[in-house]
């Protein structure tokens, strides 16, 4: 398979391929701009099968057609948080051996001063204003930066887009996504494009997504929800990306009635700032029927306060870095149970192909209700962690990734996170999960949002 058709599986040419604020960008037109730009890569900037190139952007319409050109040319992407300082940055362009970054001008200082004897070669740069008819308010304040040493991303666009897309081997990696480093340093999960084709898929099929449907940029897409569940999925299923640079409440309200977004999935705080908008009673989201939430625990609470007012019900997913997104998902229509004991909704059942089972810590099977570590296996699991052969090994057994997470099935093989192993509190030698009271917080009218530490 080579990269051409990797990007655009489902995907035709005719019609628009972004919708950025408000201005629909054709298929066609990004499509010529990604080949454009693997033409660039291959022959001005030397990019070669195999070599990492780091995508420090927003969600704007240059991330996937860089993604593309990447893939194109059978590079390899390691996707960059934009808040990331200088040595976080420095750690990942390290560590991933990239030898071209692509940025916003705007985060070009940041850059050079991490850049200093890592393999970086060479930086192109582009701006959130570029590609727009008209800047909309919500980038008011925003301007062009200088960026001495480094390329135009519009000059490398601009020019011929010859030369054929490399052959793509489905077990390769396609990317190289950094883990928060939660529970130490940053490590680079190798994401292969069969992982991110079947994921794609996968969403694809839960949503029966297709003509007609909008794709709503929720997640950055700089993490993996947003790399998978929304541009991925949106080139799968051939439905339009709706990007606006950053997350904004007020903003993707506006343009979800703008452009009758159907479908999106981000983590609960999103749906939660957008109840909080005072414009949420104004706004006609009648045509976002197909949502879901995950990255972060989903209270029974928000779900029933996002249904009253939208009518739509939001339907609980979960999965890790590891397993390029969702491992799990509530089926589309059907209503998460909720856990007794716990009062805990449910994130589902396994995808197509996948398993998950819940092994105690004497190494044993669970019985149905009984916690313990959540281990998954399926397509879409990693093959291990980027030249990091010691954590692969602690991590990844006969193709099962141990995901650190404790949870329990039930007898209907429905899956209810519990927690993290590492954040169990001892109270007086008893054990606490910062979930379970966060559940009771949540619960309370006056209590937009909770978090529970030791």
Same mark, same amino acid.
């Given at each position: 398979?080579?990269?051409?058709?990797?990007?655009?599986r489902g995907a035709?040419a005719?019609?628009?391929a972004?919708?950025?604020?408000?201005?629909?960008?054709?298929?066609?037109?990004?499509?010529?701009?990604a080949?454009?730009?693997?033409?660039?890569?291959r022959?001005?900037?030397?990019?070669r099968?195999?070599?990492?190139?780091?995508?420090?952007?927003q969600?704007?319409?240059?991330?996937?057609?860089?993604?593309h050109?990447?893939?194109?040319?059978?590079?390899?992407?390691?996707?960059?948080n934009?808040?990331?300082?200088?040595?976080?940055?420095?750690?990942?362009?390290?560590?991933?051996?990239?030898?071209?970054?692509?940025?916003?001008?705007?985060?070009?200082?940041?850059?050079?001063?991490a850049?200093?004897?890592?393999p970086?070669?060479?930086?192109?740069t582009?701006?959130?204003?570029?590609?727009?008819?008209e800047? @909309?308010?919500?980038?008011?304040?925003h301007?062009?930066?200088q960026?001495?040493?480094?390329?135009?991303?519009?000059?490398l666009?601009?020019g011929?887009?010859?030369?054929?897309?490399?052959?793509?081997?489905?077990d390769?990696?396609?990317?190289?996504?950094?883990?928060?480093?939660t529970?130490?340093v @940053?490590?680079?999960?190798?994401?292969?494009h069969?992982?991110?084709i079947?994921n794609?898929?996968?969403?694809?099929?839960?949503?029966?997504?297709?003509?007609?449907?909008?794709?709503?940029?929720?997640?950055?897409?700089?993490?993996?929800?947003?790399?998978?569940c929304?541009?991925?999925?949106?080139r799968?299923?051939?439905?339009?990306?709706?990007l606006?640079?950053?997350?904004?409440a007020?903003?993707?309200?506006?343009?979800?009635?703008?452009?009758?977004?159907?479908?999106?999935?981000?983590?609960l705080t999103?749906?939660?700032?957008?109840?909080?908008?005072p414009?949420?009673?104004?706004r006609?989201?009648?045509?976002?029927?197909k949502?879901?939430?995950?990255g972060?625990?989903?209270?029974?609470?928000a779900?029933?306060?996002?249904?009253?007012?939208?009518g739509?019900?939001?339907?609980?997913?979960?999965g890790?870095?590891e397993?390029?997104?969702?491992?799990?998902?509530v @089926?589309?229509g059907?209503?998460?149970?909720v856990?007794?004991?716990t009062?805990?909704?449910s994130?589902?059942?396994?995808?197509?192909?996948?398993?998950?089972?819940?092994?105690r810590?004497?190494?044993?099977?669970?019985?149905?209700?009984?916690?313990?570590?959540?281990?998954?296996?399926? @397509?879409a699991?990693?093959?291990?962690?980027?030249?990091?052969?010691?954590e692969?090994?602690?991590a990844?057994?006969?193709?099962?990734?141990r995901?650190?997470?404790?949870?329990?099935?039930?007898?209907?093989?429905?899956?209810?996170?519990?927690?993290?192993?590492?954040?169990?509190?001892?109270?007086?030698?008893?054990?606490?999960?910062?979930?379970?009271?966060e559940?009771?917080?949540?619960?309370?009218?006056?209590?937009?949002?909770?978090?529970?530490?030791?």
């Open positions: 398979m080579n990269g051409d058709e990797l990007f655009g035709g005719e019609g628009p972004f919708l950025y604020f408000e201005t629909a960008i054709a298929a066609a037109e990004a499509a010529a701009q080949r454009s730009l693997a033409a660039a890569l022959g001005e900037l030397g990019l099968a195999g070599d990492r190139v780091a995508l420090m952007l969600n704007v319409p240059q991330f996937p057609i860089a993604l050109a990447v893939w194109r040319c059978g590079g390899v992407v390691t996707p960059v934009p808040m990331n300082r200088e040595r976080e940055l420095r750690h990942q362009l390290l560590d991933s051996g990239a030898r071209i970054v692509v940025c916003l001008e705007s985060l070009f200082p940041v850059l050079a001063a850049r200093e004897g890592t970086v070669e060479h930086v192109v582009t701006s959130e204003l570029e590609l727009l008819e800047a @909309p308010p919500a980038l008011a304040g301007q062009r930066h960026c001495p040493g480094a390329i135009p991303l519009a000059d666009t601009a011929p887009g010859g030369g054929r897309a490399a052959e793509i081997e489905l390769s990696p396609a990317l190289i996504t950094y883990t928060s480093g529970t130490g @940053p490590k680079g999960a190798i994401n292969t069969r992982a991110i079947h794609a898929e996968a969403m694809t099929a839960w949503g029966s997504l297709g003509r007609g449907d909008v794709t709503v940029a929720m997640a950055p897409l700089f993490h993996i929800t947003g790399l998978v929304h541009l991925a999925t949106a799968a299923s051939g439905t339009p990306l709706l606006l640079h950053r997350f904004d007020g903003e993707i309200l506006r343009l979800i009635e703008r452009w009758r977004g159907t479908y999106s999935i981000g983590p999103a749906y939660v700032a957008m109840l909080e908008h414009q949420i009673g104004e006609d989201l009648s045509s976002l029927t949502a879901a939430s995950g972060a625990p989903v209270y029974a609470g779900v029933e306060r996002w249904q009253r007012t939208t739509t019900y939001l339907h609980n997913t979960y890790l870095t397993t390029a997104a969702p491992s799990h998902l @089926p589309f059907a209503r998460a149970p856990d007794q004991a009062g805990a909704l994130v589902g059942r396994p995808i197509a192909d996948t398993e998950s089972r819940i092994v810590e004497d190494g044993a099977e669970a019985a149905p209700g009984e916690e313990g570590e959540i281990l998954t296996r399926g @397509p699991v990693t093959p291990g962690y980027w030249r990091r052969p010691e692969t090994a602690a990844l057994a006969d193709g099962w990734l995901t650190g997470d404790v949870g329990k099935h039930d007898e209907g093989g429905w899956l209810y996170l519990v927690d993290r192993i590492k954040d169990m509190i001892n109270v007086s030698g008893f054990k606490v999960w910062p979930r379970e009271v559940d009771a917080l949540f619960r309370h009218p006056a209590v937009a949002d909770a978090a529970v530490v030791g």
